[in-house]
T-cell receptor, first 118, second 115 residues
Framework: ETGVTQSPTHLIKTRGQQVTLRCSSQ?????VSWYQQALGQGPQFIFQ???????GRGNFPPRFSGLQFPNYSSELNVNALELDDSALYLC?????????????????FGPGTRLTVL | AQTVTQSQPEMSVQEAETVTLSCTYD???????LFWYKQPPSRQMILVIR??????QNATENRFSVNFQKAAKSFSLKISDSQLGDTAMYFC????????????FGTGTRLQVFP
């Protein structure tokens, strides 16, 4: 167990709807990254939040947006859902550093939210 | 742009035997991390091992060890004394040092451990 939690576990939506996924980071971590994992693929980076600001974004359209709260938990919002948005959504928390310590920068993942768009 | 390639879609090994999973990557960076993550059927991505590119010594974690060849851009994972619980998808991943906005994953290797 990593201490990273995600909710809900499963979600079914219809095309055109909006969805919000939630992530609580591991204690002591101030950075949250979101990934989309399509069936049979490796995860693809969506974006990262560091101290409540977006800190990098992958090749995803603006209808994918996020927030990070003062307690470092995070939300992923997807508007105008499309069938191809069906995937496992993973969040990962980390503590960035320049000291090269054993655990800095390593991303620890939550159990994921399985989103199905019909 | 960085890429990560895992050329073995599936591997199998008998319990207690040793298996090696391959990973190659392409980057022009000199400082970076490499990771192996395990994803069992429960879906949770679990860190197996991490290697810093500036360290010459190969990382080890109990039964898991890596063979890091920086010049060849190769990063293989060796699992010794395989156990049934090692059955999972294994992903190799790359991250630039000090610009840790994202992990770049390979497509994964599905490992089946047989009794």
């Amino acid at each position: 167990e990593t201490g990273v939690t995600q909710s809900p576990t499963h979600l079914i939506k219809t095309r055109g709807q909006q969805v919000t996924l939630r992530c609580s980071s591991q204690s002591g971590h101030n950075t949250v990254s979101w990934y989309q994992q399509a069936l049979g693929q490796g995860p693809q980076f969506i974006f990262q939040y560091y101290r409540e600001e977006e800190n990098g974004r992958g090749n995803f359209p603006p209808r994918f947006s996020g927030l990070q709260f003062p307690n470092y938990s995070s939300e992923l919002n997807v508007n105008a859902l499309e069938l191809d948005d069906s995937a496992l959504y993973l969040c990962a928390s980390s503590f960035p550093g320049t000291s090269g310590g054993a655990s800095t920068d390593t991303q620890y993942f939550g159990p994921g939210t399985r989103l199905t768009v019909l | 742009a960085q890429t990560v390639t895992q050329s073995q879609p599936e591997m199998s090994v008998q319990e207690a035997e040793t298996v090696t999973l391959s990973c190659t990557y392409d980057t022009s960076e000199n400082n970076y991390y490499l990771f192996w993550y395990k994803q069992p059927p429960s879906r949770q991505m679990i860190l197996v091992i991490r290697q810093e590119a500036y360290k010459q010594q190969n990382a080890t974690e109990n039964r898991f060890s890596v063979n890091f060849q920086k010049a060849a851009k190769s990063f293989s994972l060796k699992i010794s004394d395989s156990q049934l619980g090692d059955t999972a998808m294994y992903f190799c991943a790359f991250m630039k040092l000090y610009n840790t906005d994202k992990l770049i994953f390979g497509t994964g290797t599905r490992l089946q451990v047989f009794p």
